[in-house]
Nanobody
Framework: EVQLVESGGGLVQTGGSLRLSCAAS????????ISWFRQAPGKGREGVSC????????YYADSVKGRFTISVNNAKNTVYLEMHSLKPEDTAVYYC??????????WGQGTQVTVSS
């Protein structure tokens, strides 16, 4: 059974930090890129960051560059998203997804991140 399980969300004050985890199982991890998306209330889904599991190449949305860092632990089939200098506009449900060439086959259930002002 394919599973992507996010954890690490929560409530934090402006300027604070959180680390999200995405634990993957049930598929060949190295064959996929793992991305983090987020969706705020009343807004569309936004791609936040992506990492190639095999080569470690990374991508960041302009809105999070310099504040968020994505990393992967291949031994644990887990991708992390370190989030620093959080802003109220970072408040959203964060999802991880596994995909190939931009097509995302597998999604997690999401974890809520709330940044208070």
């Amino acid at each position: 059974e394919v599973q992507l399980v996010e954890s690490g969300g929560g409530l934090v004050q402006t300027g604070g930090s959180l680390r999200l985890s995405c634990a993957a199982s049930g598929f060949t991890f190295d064959d996929y890129a793992i991305s983090w998306f987020r969706q705020a209330p009343g807004k569309g889904r936004e791609g936040v960051s992506c990492i190639g599991s095999a080569d470690g190449s990374t991508y960041y949305a302009d809105s999070v560059k310099g504040r968020f860092t994505i990393s992967v632990n291949n031994a644990k089939n887990t991708v992390y998203l370190e989030m620093h200098s959080l802003k109220p506009e970072d408040t959203a449900v964060y999802y991880c997804a596994a995909g190939v060439l931009g097509k995302y086959n597998y999604w997690g259930q999401g974890t809520q991140v709330t940044v208070s002002s």
